[in-house]
C-alpha cells in the first residue's frame, strides 16, 4: 500500500466515523435542544460538505452511508434518504467541479438548496402523497424550521471537514 493510499484511507475513515457520530447526534441522541418540537438535520450538511471537498464519487459515497443510516431510523423513507443523498451530492461534487470554487460561501448556497430541496420533496412525496391533513401547516410549521435550524451549524462543519482533508492530504514535496 503506498503511503498516498493510506492517507486516503485514513481520511475516508475519518469522513465515516464524522458521518455515523452526526447520524447518533442527530437521530439518536437529544445534544440539541428541541426549538418548537424541531432537531436539526446534520447528515446533509456533512454529506454535502464532504462530496464539495472529495468529488462527485466520494459525495455520492457519503450522501449513500449518511441517507442510508439515516433510513434505518426513519419509518417511511424507504431508501429515499439514501438516494436523495447520494443524487444530490454526486450533482454537488460535478458543479464544484465545473462551475464554482470551494469556499464557505458556495457551501452555505449549496447546502441552503439541498436542505431546501429535500424539505420540500419530503413533504410531498411523504406526508401530501399520503393524504395527511394540513400538509402545508405541518411544512411551514416544522420542516422550514428544521431546514434553518440546520443551517446554523453549516460552518462548523465547512471548518470541520476542511480541516480533516488538509490534515491527510498527500504532499508531494514530502516524499
Not at 431510523?73 to 460535478?94: E, P, R
Not at 457551501?107 to 393524504?131: D, K
Not at 451549524?153 to 476542511?162: D, N
Amino acid at each position: 500500500m503506498t503511503v498516498q493510499t493510506k492517507i486516503k484511507t485514513k481520511r475516508y475513515l475519518t469522513y465515516a466515523l464524522i458521518i455515523f457520530l452526526a447520524h447518533i447526534v442527530q437521530n439518536v441522541l437529544c445534544v440539541f435542544p428541541e426549538i418548537a418540537s424541531v432537531r436539526p438535520i446534520l447528515l446533509i450538511s456533512v454529506a454535502v460538505c464532504i462530496s464539495m471537498f472529495e468529488g462527485e464519487l466520494v459525495g455520492a459515497a457519503a450522501g449513500l452511508l449518511a441517507g442510508a443510516l439515516w433510513d434505518t431510523v426513519t419509518v417511511a423513507a424507504d431508501g429515499y434518504n439514501a438516494f436523495y443523498l447520494m443524487v444530490a451530492c454526486a450533482v454537488c461534487g460535478v458543479m464544484l467541479r465545473i462551475f464554482m470554487r470551494n469556499n464557505i460561501v458556495t457551501y452555505v448556497i449549496m447546502n441552503s438548496g439541498i436542505t431546501l430541496i429535500y424539505v420540500i420533496t419530503y413533504v410531498l412525496f411523504f406526508i401530501s402523497a399520503r393524504g395527511i391533513d394540513d400538509a402545508g401547516a405541518i411544512f411551514f410549521r416544522y420542516y422550514i424550521p428544521m431546514g434553518i435550524y440546520s443551517l446554523i451549524f453549516t460552518p462548523l462543519w465547512y471548518i470541520l471537514i476542511r480541516s480533516i482533508y488538509r490534515k491527510f492530504s498527500f504532499d508531494y514535496t514530502e516524499y
